[in-house]
């Protein structure tokens, strides 16, 4: 799977740099450091959560599951929120906007594909995990690519690394029960979760 992972990711490179121009190029090159480093500080910490303590809640999947969806909720809005902050503030000869909110949204993307794999990997489902880590290189190739053939630029190449991440998601990842949990031990699990992943955030 890394090996495919790789081929394709050289492929989207060879693709991209001949259909952007070096300009253009740079920035997409900067954006997604961008995605990476946001996407880091939002949701490495509950990743971390999701890897410690899956194990320790294997009876009560449901519960600790539905506590990490919706920390994942909490932390997309608090990226919303310093998305438009900055918007408000930027400088205008500095990166545009259109690129700024195409970062903040494959950031986001990024979150939700990472917890993912971290969801998979977590219970061991390596097939699955394959499947979804192939299927948004696979994507992103594609979605960046036309994007950029269609005179979007880099914001539309970026665009396309968000879009190819919710969709591998949504094709292959961790299926959430509709049901809730009782809010006593998603309480606890949230507490958990916070205590254990969220000094790492201060890391990042």
């Given amino acids: 799977i890394r090996a495919i992972n790789g081929i394709v990711g050289l492929v989207t490179i060879y693709t991209l740099t001949r259909v952007l121009n070096a300009e253009e190029y740079g920035i997409y090159v ?3 450091a961008g995605v990476s480093v946001s996407s880091s500080i939002l949701f490495q910490w509950l990743n971390a959560g999701v890897a410690r303590l899956c194990s ?3 009876n009560s999947m449901r519960a600790f599951f539905s506590e990490v969806f919706w920390l994942y909720r909490v932390a997309s809005v608090a990226g919303i929120i310093f998305l438009l902050g900055w918007i408000m503030v930027r400088p205008k000869d500095g990166i545009s906007m259109e690129v700024g909110v195409a970062v903040a949204f494959a950031a986001i993307a990024m979150g939700a594909y990472n917890m993912h794999l971290q969801i998979h990997n977590a219970r061991m489902q390596p097939l699955r995990y394959g499947m979804l880590s192939s299927s948004r290189a696979v994507f992103v190739l594609a979605l960046s690519a036309v994007a950029a053939m269609a005179g979007y630029g880099a914001a539309g ?11 591998a998601v949504i094709l292959f990842g961790y299926r959430q029960s509709k049901k809730h949990a009782q809010d006593d031990l998603g309480l606890t699990i949230r507490r958990q979760i916070i205590t254990y992943g969220g000094p790492l955030a201060l890391t990042y």
Avoid: D, K, P, Q
């Avoid at 970026?158 to 190819?164: E, F, K």
């Fill in 56 to 58: 320790t809640h294997s």
């Fill in 157 to 167: 190449a970026i665009i396309g690394v968000a879009l190819g991440a919710f969709m």
């Fill in 30 to 32: 900067l954006g997604l």
